[in-house]
T-cell receptor, first 111, second 115 residues
């Protein structure tokens, strides 16, 4: 079946950039998402990208998509302590279809 | 923005009792809602997909008689954990498709503890 993988942990200093990577196997993935989860909370949509796009920028967030390599990344510029959380990438083959989540990357921002 | 309200946020129940969790889309209609379970330090595991007015579709390995899902209206889906046991203790999260077709809005989750 389809699979989405992420690295488990990322430590970054406040003010630096963070890059979280994600790989997926489903070549029919049409929509790809990044979610943020803080302790004891639900998931907050950070950004999404359609598979016909290579890059999307939204304020401090930049998403890069390499469809050939099935690689997705999320760059957070000027990382703040409030960015400490678990970040999940997810993909969906069609709108409204179920999401397949990666295992989550725990980001720790050090002062 | 779009909001999905999930209640209760935390519940403790005794073994053998049933617990109902509600998921409401407050400012949009959700034809499809999803229920997830999340174990500590793990990813979300999809349990079932519920469509308004029809039976839920359960993922493999999820007991439909134990986890009853009802999606009676376009804004409300409920998950009832029947005859709960300690191994059912987990974090349950709902998600509603919308408001855009490619969007998914998540509830804040319910921490269930069965004692």
């Amino acid at each position: 079946g389809e699979d989405v993988e992420q690295s488990l942990f990322l430590s970054v200093r406040e003010g630096d950039s963070s890059v979280i990577n994600c790989t997926y196997t489903d070549s029919s993935s049409t929509y790809l998402y990044w979610y943020k989860q803080e302790p004891g909370a639900g998931l907050q949509l950070l950004t999404y990208i359609f598979s016909n796009m290579d890059m999307k920028q939204d304020q401090r967030l930049t998403v890069l998509l390499n469809k050939k390599d099935k690689h997705l990344s999320l760059r957070i510029a000027d990382t703040q302590t409030g960015d400490s959380a678990i970040y999940f990438c997810a993909d969906s083959a069609t709108a409204g279809n179920k999401l397949t989540f990666g295992g989550g990357t725990r980001v720790l921002v050090k002062p | 923005g779009a909001v999905v309200s999930q209640h209760p946020s935390r519940v403790i129940c005794k073994s053998g009792t049933s617990v109902k969790i509600e998921c409401r889309s407050l400012d949009f209609q959700a034809t499809t809602m999803f229920w997830y379970r999340q174990f500590p330090k793990q990813s979300l595991m999809l349990m079932a997909t519920s469509n308004e007015g029809s039976k839920a579709t359960y993922e493999q390995g999820v007991e439909k008689d134990k986890f009853l899902i009802n999606h009676a209206s376009l804004t409300l889906s409920t998950l009832t954990v029947t005859s709960a046991h300690p191994e059912d203790s987990s974090f349950y999260i709902c998600s509603a498709q919308g408001p855009r077709a490619y969007g998914y809005t998540f509830g804040s989750g319910t921490r269930l503890t069965v004692v």
